[in-house]
């Protein structure tokens, strides 16, 4: 559950931290990057709780990761492409946590 808080807590600080004239705007975009997460439809069960997402869906897997480090570089998609780089970080933090991995593997 603090996952998922954080999934929706660190773009909200981010937004009102870096881009307070334009908040919710940025907010929304940054949350864009949680549409990833359509690819556990993909997968039987659709929620493990100890599986490790890094790795394991299509969205999150390493080729997509460099997709979304490159949007970092273009001013015009560097707000979604942190928003997506955020929910990478977090998924990863939660595989070492509950697996004890980085990556899936």
């Known amino acids: 559950m603090v996952h998922l808080a954080l999934h929706l807590l660190v773009p909200l600080t981010i937004a009102l931290t870096l881009f307070r004239s334009a908040w919710l705007l940025s907010f929304g975009i940054l949350m864009l990057g949680m549409l990833i997460d359509v690819d556990h439809l993909l997968a039987t069960p659709v929620y493990d709780a100890g599986r490790c997402s890094i790795g394991f869906h299509p969205l999150h897997g390493l080729v997509p990761i460099g997709l979304y480090l490159a949007l970092l570089a273009h ?31």
């Open 75 to 105: 001013e015009k998609t560097r707000l979604l492409g942190l928003g997506l780089c955020i929910h990478i970080a977090l998924d990863a933090i939660d595989c070492q946590l509950t697996s004890g991995v980085w990556i899936s593997g």
